[in-house]
Nanobody
Framework: VQLVESGGGLVQAGGSLRLSCAAS????????MGWYRQAPGKQRELVAA????????TYADSVTGRFTIFRDNAKNQMYLQMHSLNPAATAVYCC???????????????WGQGTQVPVSS
């Protein structure tokens, strides 16, 4: 499975941005997906995650109510809609896909290369 993010770029504080993650390859093996971010000088953190059946989502406290994660399994795409961005959201955002193998469950996690989101004050 390969993951490619897009949609990053400079945005002003208070603005909105939608990130996309396109999956290719053995997409049938993808289970849950998520978005992580790493700000300069900080540890990587989970931003949001979504189950394969899209029924459950998880968000970091810092983004709850402002970010929305969703996916289109038919198109092998996942998205992160971000509103009310502030400079603290400046980071490299990476999408992830948990990969399954028949009879074994989750066997690996694939990462995208990341997309930069600088938020200016």
């Amino acid at each position: 499975v390969q993951l490619v993010e897009s949609g990053g770029g400079l945005v002003q504080a208070g603005g909105s941005l939608r990130l996309s993650c396109a999956a290719s390859g053995s997409t049938f093996s993808i289970n849950a997906m998520g978005w992580y971010r790493q700000a300069p000088g900080k540890q990587r953190e989970l931003v949001a995650a979504i189950t394969s059946d899209v029924l459950r989502t998880t968000y970091a406290d810092s983004v709850t109510g402002r970010f929305t994660i969703f996916r289109d399994n038919a198109k092998n795409q996942m998205y992160l809609q971000m509103h009310s961005l502030n400079p603290a959201a400046t980071a490299v955002y990476c999408c992830t896909a948990d990969l399954t193998s028949e009879g074994l469950g989750i066997v690996d996690r694939e990462w995208g290369q990341g997309t930069q989101v600088p938020v200016s004050s």
